[in-house]
C-alpha cells in the first residue's frame, strides 16, 4: 500500500484536459491588428501626456507675475504708457500728462497707430470726436476776437464755446471710463486665472497652489499607463513577430506594420521605386536653380561628415543600421530612413513632462513666502511632495524612454529578421501578399 500522501486526489469533479491541437483560428491579420491597437493605444497616452504637460505649462504661465495678462495690467495703470495710448487713443487729447512729455506728444503725433495696418484716414477717425468739437472751438474763438468787447453776439459765442468744452470733457470721460472697464476686466479675468484653475474635461475648479500636487499626480499616473502601453506594444511586437516569422509573410507583416506607426519611425525601402516619382514641381524646379544644386552638395557633405557620428550613437543605442543599404541618395530605389533625431522624439517627449514640472516646482519655490504667509505646515508639506513628484516623474520618463529605445532594437531586430523572409523589401512581385 502507498502512502496517503502519494495517493492521487479524486479527479471526478475536474473537467478532463483538452488535447493540444493546431490552433487555426487565428491568421496574420488578427496579430496584426493586435500589433497595430497596441501601438495606437501608445500614441493616444502619449498625445494625452502632452496635453496634460501644456496645462500644467498655461498654468504656470498665468500664474506667473511675468505673466502677459499682469503686464497688460501694469502698463494699463499708467495712462500715459504707450500701451494704453495704442488702446485708448483720445488719451494722446485728454490726459495733461501727456503734453508734459516731448516723447509721448512725438509718438501721439507721428508713431501712434503706423505700426499697425491702419492708414492715415484710420488715425484721424480715432481723434475725430475730439478733434471736430476742437475745430468748431478754434472757428468761434476766431470769430470771439474779432467782436468788440461790448458786442452782445460775444455771449452767445462764449456760451457755445463753453457748451463745445463741456462736450470735449464728456470725450474725454467717456475714453477714461472705457479704460477703467477695460482695466478692471483684465483684473477679474486675472483673479479668475491666476489664482484658480478650471480643469477643461472636469468641470471643477482648484487653487492654483494645489497645481503641483494634482499636475504631479496626473503626470505620474499619465506616464505609469505609457509605461504599461509600452510594455503591451513590445508583446504585440513580439507575438505578431512570432506567428509572422513561422509563416512565409514575415516581410510583408513588417512593412504593412511599420507603415501603421506613429511614434517609432522603421526602416522601409523600395530598391526598385523610383524615389522621384512623388516629386512635385516645386521641388523639381528646386533642384535645378543654383541654390538647390548647393544645397544637395551640402547634404552631401554634412551626410558624410557626420556618418562617423551616427555610427557612434546606433552603437550606443545598440542598433543594427549596418545591415541595412546604403543611405546614398543617388544609390536609386525608395526608401525611409529612421536617423538618430527622429529616434529622440518619442524620447524627448517622454521627459516633457519633468522639464514642464521643473518649471512648475522652480515657480512654487520662488513664491512659497505667499504660502508662509497663509500656512507655514501645508507650504512646507507641498514643496515637498512636490519634489517627490519631480523625481517620480524623472524616474518614471527614464523607464518609458529606456522602453522606447527597447521598441527601437526590436524594429531594428525584426527588419533584419525579415528581409530574406518572403523576398527583400521591393523584391519579386510573385512573392506572397500579407
Given at each position: 500500500?502507498?502512502?496517503?500522501?502519494?495517493?492521487?486526489?479524486?479527479?471526478?469533479?475536474?473537467?478532463?484536459?483538452?488535447?493540444?491541437t493546431h490552433d487555426t483560428s487565428l491568421t496574420l491579420k488578427d496579430y496584426l491588428e493586435t500589433a497595430t491597437d497596441a501601438s495606437r493605444r501608445t500614441r493616444f497616452?502619449?498625445?494625452?501626456?502632452?496635453?496634460?504637460?501644456?496645462?500644467?505649462?498655461?498654468?504656470?504661465?498665468?500664474?506667473?507675475?511675468?505673466?502677459?495678462?499682469?503686464?497688460?495690467i501694469g502698463a494699463l495703470s499708467d495712462p500715459t504708457s504707450k500701451y494704453t495710448l495704442e488702446k485708448f487713443p483720445l488719451l494722446c487729447r485728454c490726459e495733461p500728462l501727456v503734453y508734459d512729455d516731448p516723447d509721448l506728444v512725438r509718438y501721439c503725433a507721428e508713431?501712434?497707430?503706423?505700426?499697425?495696418?491702419?492708414?492715415?484716414?484710420?488715425?484721424?477717425?480715432?481723434?475725430?470726436?475730439?478733434?471736430?468739437?476742437?475745430?468748431?472751438?478754434?472757428?468761434?474763438?476766431?470769430?470771439?476776437?474779432?467782436?468788440?468787447?461790448?458786442d452782445a453776439a460775444g455771449k452767445i459765442i462764449e456760451d457755445k464755446v463753453a457748451k463745445l468744452d463741456a462736450a470735449q470733457k464728456d470725450v474725454c470721460d467717456a475714453e477714461k471710463m472705457g479704460l477703467k472697464d477695460f482695466r478692471n476686466a483684465l483684473v477679474r479675468s486675472e483673479v479668475d486665472t491666476k489664482y484658480t484653475v478650471r480643469a477643461p474635461f472636469f468641470g471643477v475648479a482648484f487653487?492654483?497652489?494645489?497645481?503641483?500636487?494634482?499636475?504631479?499626480?496626473?503626470?505620474?499616473?499619465?506616464?505609469?499607463?505609457?509605461?504599461?502601453?509600452?510594455?503591451?506594444?513590445?508583446?504585440?511586437?513580439?507575438?505578431?513577430?512570432?506567428?509572422?516569422?513561422?509563416s512565409d509573410r514575415a516581410r510583408r507583416f513588417y512593412e504593412v506594420l511599420a507603415a501603421q506607426q506613429v511614434f517609432v519611425f522603421p526602416y522601409l525601402e523600395d530598391r526598385r521605386q523610383r524615389a522621384n516619382a512623388a516629386m512635385g514641381w516645386t521641388e523639381a524646379f528646386w533642384l535645378k536653380t543654383p541654390f538647390g544644386k548647393f544645397s544637395r552638395k551640402a547634404k552631401g557633405w554634412l551626410r558624410s561628415t557626420t556618418k562617423g557620428l551616427k555610427r557612434r550613437i546606433d552603437t550606443g543605442l545598440e542598433l543594427q543600421d549596418e545591415a541595412r543599404p546604403?543611405?546614398?541618395?543617388?544609390?536609386?530605389?525608395?526608401?525611409?530612413?529612421?536617423?538618430?533625431?527622429?529616434?529622440?522624439?518619442?524620447?524627448?517627449?517622454?521627459?516633457?513632462?519633468?522639464?514642464?514640472?521643473?518649471?512648475?516646482?522652480?515657480?512654487?519655490?520662488?513664491?512659497?513666502?505667499?504660502?508662509?504667509?497663509?500656512?507655514?505646515?501645508?507650504?512646507?508639506?507641498?514643496?515637498?511632495?512636490?519634489?517627490?513628484?519631480?523625481?517620480?516623474?524623472?524616474?518614471?520618463?527614464?523607464?518609458?524612454?529606456?522602453?522606447?529605445?527597447?521598441?527601437?532594437?526590436?524594429?531594428?531586430?525584426?527588419?533584419?529578421?525579415?528581409?530574406?523572409d518572403g523576398g527583400p523589401a521591393g523584391g519579386d512581385e510573385d512573392s506572397h501578399a500579407a
Open positions: 500500500m502507498p502512502d496517503s500522501a502519494e495517493e492521487p486526489d479524486d479527479l471526478s469533479d475536474r473537467p478532463p484536459y483538452r488535447k493540444k497616452i502619449t498625445i494625452a501626456m502632452v496635453v496634460a504637460s501644456v496645462l500644467l505649462l498655461v498654468s504656470v504661465l498665468n500664474s506667473a507675475p511675468t505673466g502677459w495678462i499682469s503686464l497688460r508713431e501712434l497707430g503706423r505700426d499697425g495696418q491702419k492708414t492715415e484716414e484710420d488715425i484721424k477717425k480715432m481723434f475725430w470726436p475730439y478733434d471736430r468739437l476742437e475745430g468748431e472751438k478754434a472757428k468761434l474763438k476766431k470769430e470771439l476776437a474779432e467782436l468788440k468787447p461790448q487653487d492654483i497652489n494645489d497645481i503641483g500636487l494634482l499636475g504631479g499626480l496626473s503626470l505620474s499616473i499619465i506616464l505609469i499607463m505609457l509605461r504599461l502601453s509600452l510594455r503591451n506594444q513590445i508583446a504585440g511586437m513580439r507575438i505578431g513577430f512570432k506567428a509572422a516569422l513561422a546604403s543611405d546614398d541618395a543617388d544609390a536609386g530605389g525608395w526608401r525611409v530612413n529612421r536617423n538618430a533625431s527622429l529616434r529622440l522624439v518619442p524620447k524627448l517627449l517622454c521627459l516633457l513632462p519633468f522639464a514642464i514640472y521643473a518649471i512648475q516646482f522652480s515657480f512654487d519655490l520662488k513664491t512659497r513666502h505667499y504660502g508662509d504667509y497663509l500656512s507655514p505646515w501645508r507650504m512646507r508639506m507641498l514643496v515637498i511632495i512636490d519634489a517627490l513628484f519631480l523625481l517620480n516623474i524623472l524616474v518614471l520618463g527614464l523607464w518609458c524612454v529606456a522602453k522606447w529605445n527597447e521598441v527601437d532594437k526590436l524594429w531594428d531586430y525584426f527588419d533584419v529578421e525579415t528581409r530574406d
